[in-house]
């Protein structure tokens, strides 16, 4: 009996800390997947991947179409993301909009919009930076609803 509870304990712990693994890992894939986007020049497809209305660093983006100016100047301009790596994500909680900006439009955004299961994801890069992506996971697929960077 002991020996069955024993092993029951141990797949109980196993379980809990492979669901920590696995989110990490989906925050790797997700940081890992923008970054290797941006590098390779895919504003349509990150504009795909966007949704609206969109945050970008303090500012909302209602329309699709500025979403997809946004990354179109991103890629015009050449902005690189060297070195991406995940620093840390943390799932949303009430005061994670003051990581984008302190301010009530932003608050309202966050209420509004950013459903519990979206994540904040903490992007460093090899130049020192910091790239901040808002993301969810919706029917097998990455959304993006916001970006702040680099910092």
Partial sequence: MRRLLGAAACGIL????SCASLQH??????????????????SQKLAAMSVTPFLVDQEIVPLKADVASF???VVKAGY?????????????DA???T?????????SFFARY?????RVLRMSTSG??????LMRSEWFSRQLIGFKGPF
């Fill in 95 to 97: 005061g994670s909009y």
């Fill in 114 to 118: 950013v459903k519990k299961d979206t």
């Fill in 80 to 92: 690189r993301v060297q070195g991406a790596a995940l620093e840390g994500g943390t799932p949303v």
């Fill in 25 to 42: 890992g989906w925050d790797q894939g997700a940081v890992k997947e923008v970054a290797d986007l941006i590098n390779a020049g895919q």
């Fill in 71 to 73: 990354w179109d100047g």
């Fill in 128 to 133: 020192g930076t910091h790239i901040l992506l």
């Fill in 14 to 17: 196993l379980a809990l800390s």
């Fill in 99 to 107: 990581q984008f900006a302190n301010t009530m439009e932003v608050k």
